[in-house]
């Protein structure tokens, strides 16, 4: 049964710091790797999607990485803004329709 | 880039009574679709899967007869809680899967407040 953990579970940084959301998963044979934003009361927004075949995928001031072998994926943001703050939640696909394992989230802060 | 669309965003209701929440793919086509739910300051919990045109594949725990999901053409899934109890008061969320990359575009959710 495939296992998501995300560390930290929450981080608060002070605005314009760059910082690493990390992202874990046991089994390896995944299909691909998404990471989400989600704020309060809403539903989640697509951030990036890795594919199984891919080792990392930009868009503006997000890089995200997938290590299939070691089981891991980081989200990296620089230089962050207040707008930022929401729970950034990683989802692992893989096995029949798509299943998919999401983990249990970094909510984070940016304070200005 | 793609938009999934869920209906209500919040609704009400008394104990007893059932509620349709819709889920639509505005603008690709969702061979799949995911129902969720989320506990307060939790993650999502996956409850059923659903494929156009065939029945829902439900998780471990979740009872179909309560939870009924339809999934008649490839931009629309429904969830209709049954019978609807406080128990039942929480946050759903759909996913749609795109045919061509397997990336999930979420609905905004909806929030049912069983009283």
């Known amino acids: 049964k495939q296992e998501v953990t995300q560390i930290p579970a929450a981080l608060s940084v002070p605005e314009g710091e760059n910082l690493v959301l990390n992202c874990s998963f046991t089994d390896s044979a995944i299909y691909n790797l998404q990471w989400f934003r989600q704020d309060p009361g809403k539903g989640l927004t697509s951030l990036l999607l890795?594919?199984?075949?891919?080792r990392e995928q930009t868009s503006g001031r997000l890089n995200a990485s997938l290590d299939k072998s070691s089981g891991r994926s980081t989200l990296y943001i620089a230089a962050s803004q207040p707008g930022d703050s929401a729970t950034y939640l990683c989802?692992?696909?893989?096995?029949?329709?798509?299943?998919?394992?999401f983990g249990t989230g970094t909510k984070l802060q940016v304070i200005p | 880039g793609a938009v999934v669309s869920q209906h209500p965003s919040w609704v009400i209701c008394k104990s007893g009574t059932s509620v349709k929440i819709e889920c639509r793919s505005l603008d690709f086509q969702a061979t799949t679709m995911f129902w969720y739910r989320q506990f307060p300051k939790q993650s999502l919990m996956l409850m059923a899967t659903s494929n156009e045109g065939s029945k829902a594949t439900y998780e471990q725990g979740v009872e179909k007869d309560k939870f009924l999901i339809n999934h008649a053409s490839l931009t629309l899934s429904t969830l209709t809680v049954t019978s609807a109890h406080p128990e039942d008061s929480s946050f759903y969320i759909c996913?749609?899967?795109?045919?061509?990359?397997?990336?999930?575009?979420f609905g905004e959710g909806s929030r049912l407040t069983v009283l």
């Open positions: 996913s749609a899967s795109s045919r061509n990359t397997g990336e999930l575009f």
């Open positions: 989802a692992v696909s893989g096995g029949g329709y798509q299943k998919v394992t």
């Open positions: 890795i594919q199984s075949s891919q």
